[in-house]
Nanobody
Framework: QVQLVESGGGLVQAGGSLRLSCAAS????????MGWYRQAPGKQRELVAT???????DYAVSVKGRFTIARDNAKNTVYLQMNSLKPEDTAVYYC?????????WGQGTQVTVSS
């Protein structure tokens, strides 16, 4: 059973940057795709970005051009570089397989963007 631990969130002003990390307790190499998800207060969890084992990335329209997802299979870690942050990016961010597997949800990391 893989456990995923997110970190790197915090409070940042609009226009700022954060880098999130997702460390897996086991190998993520078998997972063809990993994803970053987020859930804002009162809203459903949404998929923000995905990356395949080979490194092909895809993004939600709302973050395209501002966020970059990366994975290091040797370190069993997935990253999300977030630039030009906006108040609407405020949410708890989670990583998981893509499509997600319910047993893999972690605690997430809070990102708060002030205007």
């Amino acid at each position: 059973q893989v456990q995923l631990v997110e970190s790197g969130g915090g409070l940042v002003q609009a226009g700022g940057s954060l880098r999130l990390s997702c460390a897996a307790s086991g190998s993520i190499f078998p997972f063809n795709a990993m994803g970053w998800y987020r859930q804002a207060p009162g809203k459903q969890r949404e998929l923000v970005a995905t990356i395949t084992r080979g490194g092909s990335a895809d993004y939600a329209v709302s973050v395209k051009g501002r966020f970059t997802i990366a994975r290091d299979n040797a370190k069993n870690t997935v990253y999300l570089q977030m630039n030009s942050l906006k108040p609407e990016d405020t949410a708890v961010y989670y990583c998981n397989r893509a499509p997600y597997y319910n047993n893999y949800w972690g605690q997430g990391t809070q990102v708060t963007v002030s205007s």
